[in-house]
């Protein structure tokens, strides 16, 4: 009821600030009379932004008086136009085309719209109210993307795992640390919002240029600032600042960020003394060398530390006719460090006006150390059902302890070589690229663990070396004025089960010219994921190097639909896939934790539709409503197990298709913004999630006993920001606006409702080896603050 509530006071507000103003709307295209999706339209006075929808529509309100508006899509020449009192209101635009600079090349292509890539919008980002602070929480408001852990950085995309997802910064893949179990150790992602200049998402059938896993690619853009810039923020969650310097032949781009979540992990179900520590550094410096040679460098550093001394624990749980409560007492501590390190070299030569090479060496340095000495008497105590009366009441008390003594260290090394290469042909760009990748991995783990005087030792000095060589073609253009095509292939070999793949992809786009707010698209192709060494890894340390890559078929149909109400231009979209997987690696979810069943294989499916509405619901302020639904199963080959049936005789049961890990049927997520009538530098940012349960069961028991769920997750989150600095006002003081372009401050209630997300459990036995689930919640309500400010130069 309380959502509901909610809900109901999101379209009250809607209505009850609602503002008058001059409405002005046109189209933007290209000099060819291609409609241009994604200009970002600027009002220069009102300090409204937005963009253009995929037929290049465009809507922005303004005040009465001379209206000055900017155009700006990169690869195209900037164009401002200035509307006077009473001019016509409807205003179409013709961008032209510029020569791109090197290192952008790969990012317009007014050929090839993008099939199954959305483009995220970077500026509603510092108004996204969450716990984590990264740039990742906002894609939980992505259509296929799952909700349960508002702690972690990492996502699951339509019934993928963590370790599914591509992640790239200026065409560089990047790569996470493999023993994070918990969000509580997460820091910062490698991903620096404040640097990004475009960001697309892709959940399922992208192209062929991108690599070689399953679920989705997150392909981040650090561009050519428009302007010398500096942004500084802090608040109780943490501080950042980043610079934007542009010269003549020239740019750099440089952030530091550090988080501090102590606030937060302090009000956890484990008592006890939390230290993290977690910042990172990010560097970006480009060159035009020549009118035909660029060259860029790019560093990060980033670091995670957590460090805890836990004293105690008590979770009281259960229904009311069933109330449990554990209770803990701890000595010792946990420790554990992530450090990445990141650097790369990008190199650019164009020869000729259609023909770019590109040379890109990248190598990254994970170090990842975990030491723990911790020691935990607890007492167990509950009552089994009492429906029926006192009489049946059963009295339920466990005591024990547990210890565990060790340390896991992870040492990996990887090193890209790549050259690509891109031609354009009339109306197509041809791709090509050759990538040669060489990971090494040193991992050491000795670890002994005690429960109720039954102890367990896992101890084992792991070296794996892997080599892989990657090749890719594409091409993508217009076949008709209403078709555009994007097909490719890829090639992967990996030396570590000596496996070549081949992964042709392929898509189309329908543009009707008789229905020009509406397109169709529809993609399939193949998705090879080779073992990378989690994957080959079990809980005792032994590494199957004989696992074949796990492989999924992609089949994705979809429209787009752009509508008028509300006063606004509206944006539908909706697709619905099937995905068929083969020689998949059956594992089990233990928070963050992916433990893989090496020595068994399965074959499975997921399936599901996404649907989404956005756009300005209010003028200026972009708001996304989305529903996705998914089911994912899979079949183990060669799992069985015996039971007894009715007559006592023993019967062979093969359980067949189990539903996944990440089965997680419905999704809803609401992002919405407001903004007062009175005073519109007053706004309201909303966002509600929900994601429906999960399965799961005891970690040491096989696939087929997870029976258990794990609650849905519901949460709400709303932040409350004002302006300081408006520029049609004269009560704002000369002080800021001679120093700040922009100056807010935001204050946040995270988890409003306060609301108990179960992110994974505590598994007890009794005697009769009964497993009782503990669960282990997420974050209650807090209060956050921040303060942005953009400087003037």
Same mark, same amino acid.
């Given at each position: ?57 465009? *809507? ?120 994070? =179990? ?74 530091? %960020? ?37 060259? =860029? ?89 009492? =429906? ?156 199957? *190097? ?35 997987? %083969? ?117 040491? *028991? ?9 609650? =849905? ?81």
């Amino acid at each position: 009821m309380r959502l509901l509530f909610a809900v109901y006071l999101i379209f009250c507000c809607a209505g009850s600030f609602a503002q008058n103003a001059r409405l002005i709307k046109g189209t933007v295209k290209s000099e060819k009379g291609i409609s241009l999706e994604g200009v970002i339209v600027k009002c220069r006075v009102a300090a409204t932004v937005t963009k253009t929808d995929l037929n290049g529509f465009y *809507t922005i309100k303004a005040h009465s008086g001379e209206v000055i508006l900017q155009f700006s899509l990169l690869g195209y020449q900037q164009q401002t136009i200035v509307l006077q009192p009473g001019e016509n209101n409807v205003k179409d635009v013709i961008l032209t085309a510029q020569v791109l600079s090197l290192d952008e090349v790969t990012v317009t292509n007014e050929n090839g719209r993008r099939l199954n890539s959305a483009s995220i919008d970077l500026t509603e980002l510092k108004s996204y109210p969450a716990a984590s602070g990264n740039f990742e929480s906002f894609l939980k408001t992505q259509p296929g993307v799952s909700v349960n852990n508002e702690l972690s950085y990492q996502y699951q995309v339509r019934g993928g795992s963590y370790n599914e997802n591509l992640v790239y910064i200026n065409d560089v893949e990047l790569f996470k640390p493999s023993l994070i =179990s918990n969000g509580q150790q997460e820091g910062l992602s490698l991903v620096n919002a404040e640097l990004a200049g475009s960001v697309g998402f892709s959940a399922g059938g992208f192209e062929s240029r991108y690599g070689d896993k399953m679920s989705s690619v997150l392909n981040v853009r650090y561009n050519k600032p428009d302007c010398t810039s500096m942004t500084a923020s802090v608040g109780l969650l943490g501080l950042s600042a980043s610079y934007k310097g542009l010269f003549n032949n020239s740019f750099i781009l440089a952030g530091f %960020r550090a988080k501090t979540n102590k606030s937060i992990l302090n009000d956890q179900p484990v008592k006890g003394s939390y230290q993290p520590d977690f910042y990172d550094f990010q560097l970006l410096a480009q060159s035009d060398l020549s009118p035909k040679f660029t060259g =860029s460098v790019m560093s990060i550093y980033n670091f995670s530390g957590f460090k805890l001394a836990p004293q105690n624990r008590e979770t009281v749980f259960g229904a009311q006719n069933q109330i449990l409560d554990l209770a803990v007492n701890y000595a010792g501590e946990e420790e554990d460090t992530f450090q990445s390190w990141m650097g790369a070299m990008n190199f650019t030569w164009k020869p000729s006006k259609n023909l770019t090479f590109k040379s890109i060496i990248s190598a990254f340095i994970i170090n990842e150390d975990k030491t723990y000495d911790l020691y935990g008497a607890y007492s167990f105590d509950g009552t089994n059902d009492y =429906s029926n009366g006192p009489d049946s009441i059963k009295p339920v008390t466990i005591y024990g302890y547990q210890s565990q003594l060790g340390f896991n260290k992870l040492r990996t090394r990887i090193i890209n070589s790549e050259v690509k290469s891109y031609l354009k042909h009339k109306d197509f760009l041809w791709e090509s690229g050759l990538k040669y990748e060489r990971n090494r991995f040193y991992n050491n783990e000795h670890t002994v663990t005690e429960i109720d005087s039954v102890a367990d030792s896992v101890n084992y000095n792991n070296r794996l070396i892997a080599n892989r060589l990657m090749f890719y073609l594409q091409t993508a253009g217009k076949i008709s004025r209403e078709l555009n095509i994007n097909a490719g292939f890829r090639m992967n070999y990996n030396s570590v089960n000596n496996e070549t793949l081949f992964s042709p992809r392929a898509g189309i786009a329908y543009f009707p010219a008789a229905h020009p707010t509406v397109n169709y698209k529809f993609s399939i192709g193949i998705y090879n994921q080779p073992p990378f060494y989690m994957e080959l890894k079990n809980k005792t340390g032994a590494l199957n *190097t004989s696992i074949k890559s796990q492989k999924s078929v992609h089949f994705i149909g979809g429209v787009n639909h752009s509508f008028h109400a509300l006063g606004e231009t509206l944006n539908f979209s909706s697709e619905v896939y099937y995905k068929l997987l %083969r020689d998949q690696i059956p594992y089990k979810i233990d928070n963050l934790t992916i433990n893989y069943l090496t020595d068994q294989k399965s074959k499975g499916y997921a399936m599901g539709a996404d649907f989404a509405v956005n756009g300005e619901f209010v003028s200026g302020l972009r708001s996304a409503f989305r529903l996705s639904l998914m089911k994912t199963a899979e079949d183990i080959q060669g799992d069985y197990y015996y039971t007894k049936d009715g007559s006592g005789n023993t019967v062979k049961i093969e359980p067949g298709y189990l539903k996944r890990p990440t089965d997680q049927r419905l999704n809803f997520s609401v992002f919405f913004q407001d903004k007062f009538l009175s005073d519109p530098t007053y706004k309201v940012h909303l966002n509600m999630l929900y994601g429906s349960s999960l399965p799961v069961g005891p970690p040491q *028991t096989p696939r087929y006993t997870d029976n258990f769920e794990i609650p =849905s997750y519901k949460r709400v989150d709303i932040g409350f920001s004002k302006d300081l600095i408006d520029k049609e006002s004269r009560k704002t003081p000369a002080f800021l606006k001679r120093n700040f372009n922009t100056l807010a401050i935001y204050l946040e209630v995270l988890n409003l409702l306060n609301i108990k997300n179960t992110v994974s459990y505590l598994w007890i036995a009794d005697m009769n080896n009964n497993q009782y689930a503990v669960p282990n919640y997420l974050t209650s309500r807090q209060i956050s603050f921040r303060i942005i400010a953009n400087f003037k130069n």
